[in-house]
């Protein structure tokens, strides 16, 4: 079964509001973690791989937890640019290369 | 610039008449995958490519073929498209590596069927 299931959204927050988003997955041998960003009408594109030990770009932290089986995403600092969907994506087979989207959170944010 | 391009951007065709929509790359990935996103959901991998090797994903209809003569080149034929088959087609690479298998997308197939 590969099953990839986010928050349903959408969010609405004001600039400079922290706003997380958590993704759960079905297999625990998944071994591949991402979040992608999502413009309307556009193709998603890498927002940042998610690690075991977790991972931060600038106003974005990333982390996994594998006996939960759920990965996050926290937002800090929103900027009007960060409005998107945020998709997370699984691997679901041993190379890696089965990558299942889940929904898709939408992230609204107002000035 | 490497990348991947998709043709055609959009496409209008008659309910069970035969498409095929192309990708190519120049990014040399080993792995090129087709997803089917429609309006509001999430995209869904019908199948992909690992080299040579086709993975076909279990709930992709026989509608849904694929072809990779070449590294560069994938297709996505659909021999019958339905209404319900109206979306947008994104075809992705990677290189392959397991826990490193960032997607490159193209702009997508953008398909209505009349």
């Known amino acids: 079964r590969k099953e990839v299931e986010q928050d349903p959204g959408p969010f609405n927050v004001p600039e400079g509001a922290t706003v997380a988003f958590n993704c759960t997955y079905s297999n625990s041998a998944s071994q591949s973690f991402f979040w992608y960003r999502q413009d309307c009408r556009k193709e998603p594109k890498l927002l940042m791989s998610?690690?075991?030990s977790g991972n931060e770009d600038g106003r974005f932290t990333a982390q996994l937890n594998r006996a939960s089986q759920y990965i996050s995403l926290l937002i800090r600092d929103s900027k009007l640019s960060d409005s998107a969907t945020y998709l997370c994506?699984?691997?679901?087979?041993?190379?890696?290369?089965?990558?299942?989207f889940g929904k898709g959170t939408t992230l609204s944010v107002s000035s | 610039d490497a990348m991947v391009i998709q043709n055609p951007r959009y496409q209008v065709t008659q309910f069970g008449k035969p498409v095929t929509l192309s990708c190519s790359q120049t990014l040399n990935h080993n792995v090129m995958y087709w997803y089917q996103q429609k309006s509001s959901q999430a995209p869904k991998l019908l199948f992909h490519y690992y080299d040579k090797d086709f993975n076909n994903e279990a709930d992709t209809p026989d509608n849904f073929q694929s072809r990779r003569p070449n590294t560069s080149f994938c297709f996505l034929d659909i021999r019958s498209p339905g209404l319900g088959d109206a979306a947008m087609y994104l075809c992705a690479t990677s290189r392959g590596r397991a826990g490193a298998n960032v997607l490159t997308f193209g702009a997508g197939s953008r398909l209505t069927v009349l």
């Open positions: 998610v690690y075991s």
């Open positions: 994506v699984v691997s679901f087979n041993q190379a890696g290369t089965a990558l299942i």
